[in-house]
């Protein structure tokens, strides 16, 4: 086979993404099956890795999870609701508090991160940050940012080089413009739930005050920064809608863990 037929298909794809952009001008909407593509790529790779809980055994955990998730996802702020995947996995390491969300909306949370919240709340406003991130499409727009969408697209093609996109997306840093932009989301999200819309700012708070080893991971890829926990507030008082929220014990997911 001709070594150079990949190339020139990789130039056509481009030229042709160019042009429908151009012509569709102002009413250009992104292409979010793409998000979707290299979302499955990138899920794929992490659950082979991973010590992912299994749906079946864990079913009383996931069906817990998914429940919050799917509240917030009933927000009209959700512009693709129906277009991305939303599945949640359940990371079993307790040493790790995280929690991350891949193109195409589907979300990685740790066990760790589970174990340090007290209410269904503030896992809420974590998830609302992450689901942020994917409808922001802030990977996306990061991955084209620093590497062009020609290597995207090459692994599109069917090159067997997810595990580098895995690896290239997953340790993409957000920026603070990202990461300001994922909580005021969190905030809105919220705010259309029972939940307390800034229940975000208790996660924060909290390991600003505490020196916890196992925070690093989270902060690894989403930066601290010192008025984080101030934005929020201004965000839920500008939209005023702060309230009690369900203040639900996070305990019966807890028990429904690995012991
Ligand atoms: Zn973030």
């Given at each position: 086979m001709d070594k150079k037929q990949p190339i020139y298909l990789l130039i056509f794809i481009t030229f042709l993404s160019i042009t429908s952009c151009t012509m569709q001008g102002q009413a250009y909407k992104p292409n979010v099956s793409r998000d979707v593509r290299i979302g499955r790529q990138v899920r794929d790779e992490v659950v082979r890795k991973a010590p992912i809980l299994d749906r079946q055994q864990y079913a009383s955990a996931y069906q817990q999870l998914e429940k919050i998730t799917n509240t917030i996802l009933q927000s009209p702020h959700i512009r693709f609701r129906t277009e991305f995947e939303w599945k949640v996995y359940i990371v079993h390491d307790d040493n790790t508090l995280n929690a991350f969300v891949t193109p195409g909306g589907y979300i990685f949370v740790y066990t760790g991160l589970i174990r340090y919240l007290d209410t269904e709340d503030q896992l809420a406003g974590v998830l609302g940050h992450e689901i942020a991130h994917a409808e922001r499409r802030h990977s996306i727009k990061n991955l084209n940012k620093r590497i062009g969408t020609s290597i995207a697209l090459t692994i599109l093609l069917g090159s067997n080089n997810t595990a580098n996109l895995a690896n290239t997306l997953l340790g993409l840093t957000f920026s603070r413009s990202s990461e300001r932009e994922a909580d005021k989301y969190s905030v809105m999200y919220l705010a259309d739930?029972?939940?307390?819309?800034?229940?975000l700012s208790d996660f924060f708070d909290r390991m600003a005050k505490e020196n916890n080893q196992k925070k690093a991971a989270w902060l690894s890829t989403h930066p601290a920064s010192e008025d984080r926990v101030v934005n929020i507030n201004r965000q839920a008082n500008k939209i005023n809608c702060v309230k009690n929220g369900t203040r639900r014990s996070l305990n019966t997911l807890k028990n429904a863990l690995p012991r």
């Open positions: 739930t029972p939940y307390r819309c800034n229940a």
